[in-house]
């Protein structure tokens, strides 16, 4: 079955970075558009990023285009989320998408 595992989140001060790491299992992973979304204290999940299969195509939200970056690698199973320039405001639950399934989540908190 699909398995989409996420890592990488933690706290971190206003500026700071972070990268996020998702890695799939269960399916065959190449032929997937891959997907971040986040889901703040109180609000509905949104979408973040999407990345097409062999990364020709990106896509952010308003919020985060020049921020972050997102990317994958075919060869590890694994998509990533580069986040720069974080701002409180980027504090959720980050959440990978894949072949219909979500992973569990990884918290980020943007707080000094």
């Known amino acids: 079955q699909v398995q989409l595992v996420e890592s990488g989140g933690g706290l971190v001060q206003p500026g700071g970075s972070l990268t996020l790491s998702c890695a799939a299992s269960?399916?065959?992973?190449?032929?997937?558009?891959m997907s971040w979304y986040r889901q703040a204290p109180g609000k509905g999940r949104e979408f973040v990023a999407s990345?097409?299969?062999?990364?020709?195509?990106?896509r952010y939200a308003d919020s985060v285009k020049g921020r972050f970056t997102i990317s994958r690698d075919n060869s590890k199973n694994t998509v990533y989320l580069q986040m720069n320039s974080l701002k409180p405001e980027d504090t959720a639950v980050y959440y990978c998408?894949?072949?219909?399934?979500w992973g569990q989540g990884t918290q980020v908190t943007v707080s000094s």
């Open positions: 990345i097409s299969t062999f990364g020709g195509s990106l």
């Open positions: 269960g399916f065959t992973f190449s032929t997937y558009t």
């Open positions: 998408r894949g072949s219909g399934g």
